[in-house]
């Protein structure tokens, strides 16, 4: 994992937030005595190599050359369990136990822009209620 | 709810909506909602609402005479008919031109845009064969705008994801409160540019005024000519392997890379020393519904 960082100290153990959810890392979580939300490093830029061939026909079928918006979603960790930050609906997803975790962030980065699609895509999203609800006719 | 139809829901108001939905029954106090996926979701590129477009269904519309509000509304009506492709013609600087267009869609504007062209999009891909005024693609969620000549201030205030190109210079506070996305600038950009940037990043092939990078809190900026001055707390960093070919296939892509390629470009990230309100995070985080 070298260069990959987490607010300022640098994430030596892919598997670093599962294992250890008590864990202070950066120095600004020692200053400050209690870790901090979101951990993962938001910086890192996608890997191409490593696209999967479920988002590589999500880019074609918007238009698009590259993953677009989907280089700024990563599979970060929330009270020791793999989830992905969901921006429609403010909150984290969790990824079911089912799923096994490659052994890179970047590999686990391109599962998490796979599965926030399809869940962003669903009926099942809360947005769709929302929409329902709050849309002007 | 299935029992409430969307006719029905078309001739209530929104609170009877609200209430026929059921979001009010629910005890909301103290309870955390927590979501997981499901592995096995259906293969599905669009949301449930968007329009189906076809890339290759074109047609022109011309605006000249059309407020900004009638023109979006015959944008939405023609992808509603299935057109994928829209050519804009005489735009003549409209401020406010193809806002709030959630779904794809290639939509080319023959002209120049006013103040605040195409904010509030999602997943469109937008071309410009001019100049834009103040806040082009101001909170943009997705897709790609690409801005032939040269943009006002504030380009792509507060985006949040996708691509944002100006071929020519750009204003100052480019990219202001920036929280995800790429911004990119062929030329030279102004005063204060990144200010408050939290995440994303952006990329500068000529040079930047004063104050590049002014508070920011995360994100990267790469630049490729002089900076005027650093702003508070902006450091530079190494360019890595990957900043590197990221850079060259994001600037190949727009038709950008330099000719000398990108190994001049610096890095500038977050001095880390301006953040203080992290210990409020750990709360907000919790989804409550």
């Known amino acids: 994992m070298a260069g990959t960082q987490y607010r300022g100290s640098e994430i030596t153990d892919v598997d670093q937030f599962v294992t250890d959810t008590e864990g202070l890392d950066s120095k600004r979580e020692k200053e400050i005595g209690q870790h901090i939300g979101y951990r993962y490093d938001v910086n890192l830029v996608p890997d191409y190599k490593r696209i999967t061939p479920f988002l590589t026909k999500y880019m074609e079928t918007m238009g698009w050359d590259d993953l677009n918006w989907l280089e700024d979603i990563h599979m970060g960790y929330e009270d020791g369990a793999p989830a992905v930050f969901d921006r429609n609906n403010n909150g984290w997803v969790s990824i079911p136990d089912t799923i096994e975790l490659p052994d890179n962030q970047q590999d686990r980065d391109m599962i998490a822009r796979e599965l926030l699609i399809k869940f962003q895509m669903s009926d099942r999203h809360p947005l769709v209620l929302l929409r329902k609800a709050y849309m002007k006719f | ?289």
């Open chain 2, 1 to 289: 709810m299935a029992s409430v139809t969307d006719a029905d829901l078309k001739t209530m108001t929104q609170e009877e909506r609200v209430t026929a939905l059921g979001m009010r029954t629910d005890q909301l106090t103290g309870r955390a909602m927590r979501i997981e996926f499901n592995p096995d979701e259906e293969e599905r590129f669009e949301y449930p609402w968007a329009p189906d477009v076809d890339f290759n269904k074109r047609t022109e519309l011309d605006v000249d005479e059309m407020t900004s509000t009638e023109a979006n509304r015959q944008i939405r009506a023609l992808m509603e008919d299935g057109y994928g492709t829209i050519v804009i013609k005489n735009p003549r600087g409209k401020h406010s031109l193809g806002v709030g267009i959630l779904t794809r869609l290639r939509l080319i504007f023959e002209g120049s845009l006013g103040y605040f062209g195409v904010g509030l999009i999602d997943g469109p891909n937008v071309t410009i064969n001019g100049r834009v005024g103040w806040s082009c693609a101001e909170n943009m969620m997705a897709g790609s705008v690409v801005v032939e000549k040269n943009a006002g201030s504030t380009f792509g205030a507060a985006i949040r994801g996708g691509d944002l190109v100006s071929k020519g210079s750009v204003g100052s506070r480019t990219g202001i409160d920036q929280k995800g996305g790429t911004i990119i600038v062929g030329g030279d950009t102004g005063a204060l540019t990144g200010f408050m940037m939290q995440r994303g990043r952006m990329v500068i092939c000529g040079n930047a005024g004063k104050n590049l990078g002014d508070s920011m809190y995360d994100g990267t900026i790469y630049i490729g000519g002089e900076i005027k001055s650093l702003g508070v707390d902006a450091v530079p960093s190494e360019l890595t392997d990957l900043d590197k070919d990221w850079l060259t296939r994001k600037l190949t892509l727009y038709g950008l890379l330099p000719e000398r390629g990108v190994d001049h470009f610096q890095k500038i990230v977050a001095g880390r020393q301006l953040w203080n309100y992290d210990n409020l995070e750990p709360s907000e985080k919790k989804i409550i519904l």
